[in-house]
């Protein structure tokens, strides 16, 4: 194989493989590269064409079956893929014109025959594979060249306006019951409400009238009592705010387990994962899980893993609730005292600090500082329809604080009053990205707008993979009913569903860019936005 | 286990003792089913699979031989019989069956048809921790005339009421006229935590109560009290107002017991945690005030009010002739029972059911009635509006009216009856004419 091209050859895969390592995404100009490299190749080598093409379309398949389980590729199938993926375009060229051959037609008949082999062993081989060819044609661009070796795979919950979909979470509900119930009792689907609006019918809206426990048999013995309860006070509403979620979400597992009993001839380790699976997707239904819940979830079972087979089922249960004590008490008791101590060192006196909506953390931060002798007002701001406002300033009031109250209409006129701006977090997204309850991001915008400085509090529990530049690609729909207000009597919106024009939107979070925040207070201690991927970094590692 | 279910079928139907003197209340015919079977199949709708049925011994005769209990009722029933002597309150049953009781209860009367949803009722227990939770309806007019009464006798019904806050869910006060003296007075406290209180009279009260594990242990210590209705709820919904030196003891001795026997219970520490998350969630049930979710009381009372929607309690003899109107066609029952016969020239209208081994013979006119098991009707006979229960004879000619007849009665030839009330076994002579608004027991 003596090229032109041939010895730069090495040098490219090295670079390849440099960049599959890192971002499994190839630049434009390695591609092009790759392509020339190959068509040289080709065309060097045209009569024994057959063997090479066949070999380059096994590797074509199997590449593109490892490509949606970007997590568990191979180095050579990963380095076959760039060089198998542009053949196909060169063999398909220098084929059709010996189509008329004889040899070309048992080319067509033996690459059907492999072609119908490798679905079979696709088929076989994993769901992995499953989502990626369904993912596609939710993609704006399905890739019919293949090029992209790399597809990436939707997370189902921004699916829900494919039905396919669907079929498939229903299916996944109804395998989730625990195996020894019959298959009558399966962890019902709830279905959506109402009119969703366009930009965001790819996410789910519920109706707090209708809930999941009404197909639920009374006596819930499907799904643990701590559970149900759990996911009714999550739809309710009762138990709201990212950190009171994930305590009471632990609270509920700590009863889970300690009324948990090893079935015979399972393991503790690998039973109690597969018990928590049907209530996890329950408490899904209830209320999409944030992005903490989804964290300590992860801690959970990588505990409950990582108990030794040996291990008396009392003893494990013991390991396993204090686990879940230490888990509340470092990542959330302690860090709110580590962040609160950080937070009073930027309150100085006569400050005028804003905070929107009720964020415990926030709360927490104020209420030290207020006991510390600090001398400031704060002015809450407040939003429709949850009003949340209303129950800090309850909280602040009743310590003592000199408050104020303002819509958030009012925001641009009371910002030259304010020195500083605090910020509570759902999640911090690996990009800097912040993710808050909706109208955090005007907030913050209207602050950078006047020159205030922009401070959001977060614990690290909360930081979150995921990287998001918008709010709508995945976010949470609330109720829409909960628009509808009754004022002297009238309520205006009562029959919005009759108005086939006319669509509610309760959208829940919105993410700000890292440009508006200032400061990200942790308890790992005060951090620019953008550090948050070496936090995630820095986790990964020690855990 | 969350939840189990006890269905008081004891009662002695004092209100309608013409119908209940030979036939305990719980096994009187309802549609050609016995009265508990409704809300056991309520029971059994939900979900329950075991239910302890609190009985006396006849009643338990009773249920093993009737066909409907056996076939249909697919639950485990755990029955307990306790004397007839009528002293026993439904609280004293509770405080019989305690050993038997390891979580949270659910109390339903056996007089109660009803169709609603209970995940509403048993939500609100849930969600709020509340420690009781009840079931209550807009009360429905009775159109029907009453045999055995001249005229509308309008009885003086003691009027119940009931208090709820804003969102009509919390149950703030409860009192029966009869314990109210000189008007209707409500404490202060009670007034500054819940400034807008709607009381509401013209309830029907469903006897289903969800209650927690705390109260039946408490019930034990506490022997005075001998009724559910009567004593307890007034009790605990007063107690929710009350100073907290009183009001955690159910509490407190919940969770003491349940310390010492460490049995893993859903109570223990989850008082604790739901105060731990509800420190920091941003919710509150009220505004307007400077207190905290649930002005921090731990005793808290719910109730869900069907507007809409049957809901009878069979404790009158009103309420049985309206039940047995309209249960049939709640439970879509088949009008003619399979094995009843029937002759080819018998008129009967759609709103008529028919029970099994019926004899239903020629010419005959049946309107708007339910007729039980194992009946005979001759020729010539023309019911309209009536209930006739198991095992009555009606011999040729007759002509009953808007009446109730009672198990194992002969009506002889040619009677003529309007809104009469035969009772158990009564014979009607022949040729008895006119018989207007009667009352044999």
Redesign the interface.
């Known amino acids: 194989m003596a090229d032109a091209g041939e010895p730069e050859g090495p040098e490219r895969k090295d670079d390849i493989v440099k960049a599959k390592q890192e971002g499994k995404e190839l630049t434009k100009e390695e591609k092009q590269r790759l392509r020339k490299e190959k068509k040289q190749q080709k065309k060097s080598k045209e009569k024994k064409d057959d063997k090479p093409s066949r070999d380059s379309e096994k590797e074509k398949k199997p590449a593109s079956a490892a490509s949606p389980a970007p997590q568990t590729p191979t180095q050579p199938p990963a380095q076959k893929a760039p060089s198998a993926a542009p053949a196909p375009v060169p063999v398909p060229a220098s084929e059709t014109p010996s189509a008329a051959d004889k040899p070309a037609k048992s080319k067509a008949e033996l690459k059907a025959e492999r072609r119908a082999r490798q679905e079979a062993e696709r088929a076989s081989k994993g769901k992995k594979g499953d989502v990626g060819p369904q993912a596609a044609p939710g993609k704006p661009k399905a890739p019919p060249s293949e090029l992209q070796p790399v597809v990436k795979r939707l997370p189902e919950h921004v699916q829900v306006d494919n039905p396919e979909v669907l079929k498939k979470l229903a299916k996944k509900l109804e395998r989730q019951q625990t195996p020894e119930y019959n298959a009558a009792t399966k962890i019902p689907l709830r279905s959506d409400y109402g009119y969703k609006v366009s930009l965001f019918s790819h996410l789910h809206q519920y109706s707090r009238k209708a809930p999941l426990t009404q197909q639920l048999g009374i006596p819930s013995t499907v799904i643990h009592p701590a559970i149900v309860r759990l996911g009714l006070q999550y739809s309710q509403g009762i138990v709201a705010g990212s950190n009171a979620r994930s305590v009471a979400l632990l609270h509920a597992f700590k009863q889970v387990i300690r009324d948990y009993t090893t079935p015979p001839n399972e393991e503790l380790s690998r039973d109690l994962v597969n018990r928590l699976k049907p209530y996890i997707s329950f408490l899904n239904q209830c209320r999409p899980l944030s992005a903490s819940m989804g964290n300590a979830i992860k801690y959970i079972k990588k505990e409950i893993s990582n108990i030794p087979s040996q291990c008396k089922e009392e003893e494990a249960k013991r390991k396993l609730l204090n686990c879940i004590d230490c888990y509340i008490n470092e990542k959330i008791v302690l860090a709110a005292k580590a962040i609160a101590k950080y937070s009073i060192e930027k309150i100085s006196d006569g400050d005028v600090i804003l905070v929107y909506g009720c964020s415990s953390l926030v709360n927490h931060i104020l209420c030290e500082a207020f006991e510390k002798n600090r001398k400031f007002r704060v002015i809450v701001v407040d939003s429709r329809p949850r009003l949340e406002g209303r129950e800090a300033l309850r909280r602040l009031v009743q310590k003592g604080i000199n408050c104020t109250y303002v819509l958030i209409s009012a925001v641009s006129y009371i910002l030259p009053e304010v020195s500083k701006v605090f910020l509570g977090a759902h999640a911090l997204l690996a990009n800097g990205y912040v993710m808050s309850r909706v109208g955090t991001s005007q907030i913050a915008l209207v602050a950078k707008a006047f020159n205030v400085p922009v401070l959001v509090c977060c614990e690290t529990y909360k930081f979150c993979e995921r990287v998001q530049t918008d709010s709508f690609v995945s976010n949470e729909l609330d109720d829409p009913d909960d628009l509808i207000v009754t004022r002297t009597g009238t309520t205006q919106l009562e029959h919005w569903q009759e108005v086939p024009s006319l669509g509610l939107l309760n959208l829940v979070y919105d993410v700000t860019p890292p440009d508006f925040v200032d400061l990200v207070i942790t308890d790992l201690g005060m951090i620019p936005c953008t550090s948050v991927p070496v936090v995630l970094r820095v986790k990964n590692v020690d855990q | 286990?969350?939840?189990?279910?006890v269905l008081m079928a004891a009662g002695g139907g004092s209100r309608m003792t013409d119908l209940t003197y030979n036939t305990p209340k719980a096994m009187l015919p309802v549609g050609n089913k016995p009265l508990m079977w409704y809300p056991l199949n309520l029971l059994e709708r939900?979900?329950?699979?075991e239910v302890i049925v609190i009985t006396t011994k006849e009643v338990q005769k009773m249920m093993s031989t009737d066909p409907k209990m056996k076939l249909d009722v697919k639950m485990k029933l755990d029955v307990v019989c306790i004397q007839e002597d009528g002293d026993m309150g439904t609280a004293d049953a509770l405080r019989h069956i305690q050993q038997k009781i390891k979580t949270d209860i659910?109390v339903v009367s056996c007089d109660l048809i009803t169709d609603v949803?209970?995940?509403e009722v048993?939500?609100l227990f849930?969600?709020?921790?509340a420690t009781l939770a009840m079931l209550m309806s807009k009360a429905h007019e009775f159109t029907e005339t009453v045999p055995g009464q001249k005229g509308k006798k309008k009885t003086a019904e003691q009027r119940d009421f009931v208090g709820v806050d804003q969102s009509g869910k919390r149950l703030l006060f409860m009192a029966n006229e009869a314990d109210l003296e000189d008007g209707l007075s409500i404490r202060k406290s009670i007034m500054r935590k819940h400034p807008r209180m709607h009381i509401k009279t013209g309830l029907v009260d469903a006897h289903l109560y969800c209650l927690k594990k705390a109260v039946v242990d408490f019930l034990a210590d506490n022997k005075s009290i001998s009724s559910i209705r009567g004593e307890l709820v007034p009790y605990l919904v007063r107690k929710q107002f009350s100073k907290t030196t009183n009001c955690p003891k159910i509490k407190d001795d919940a969770e003491d017991q349940n310390q010492k026997k460490n049995d893993?219970s859903?109570n223990h520490?989850?008082s604790s945690?739901?105060s731990?998350?509800?420190?920091?969630?941003?919710?509150?049930d009220h505004?307007g005030d400077?207190s905290e979710a649930y002005h921090g009381g731990k005793l808290r009372c719910y109730v869900h009010i069907m507007d809409e929607g049957p809901c009878y309690r069979v404790n009158t003899l009103a309420a049985y002739i309206e039940a047995n109107r309209l249960a049939p066609k709640l439970f879509e029952e088949v009008p003619v029972h399979p094995s009843a016969v029937i002759s080819e020239r018998c008129q009967m209208g759609s709103d008529s059911y028919i029970g099994a081994m019926c004899q239903i013979a020629d010419k005959t006119s049946i309107k708007r009635s339910t007729i039980g098991n194992s009946t005979t009707v001759k020729e010539k006979v023309k019911v309209a509006n009536s209930i006739i229960m198991h095992g009555v004879t009606i011999e040729e000619g007759c002509n009953i009216q808007g009446s109730v007849i009672c198990s194992n009665a002969v009506i002889g030839r040619g009677a003529d009856l309007k809104y009469c009330l035969v009772g158990n076994g009564q014979q009607i002579e022949p040729e008895g004419k006119d018989h207007w608004h009667e009352h044999t027991p």
């Open positions: 286990m969350e939840l189990q279910a939900m979900g329950f699979e659910l949803a209970l995940h048993v939500d849930r969600a709020h921790n893993g859903t520490g989850h945690c739901l731990f998350s509800l420190d920091r969630s941003c919710w509150n505004r400077m």
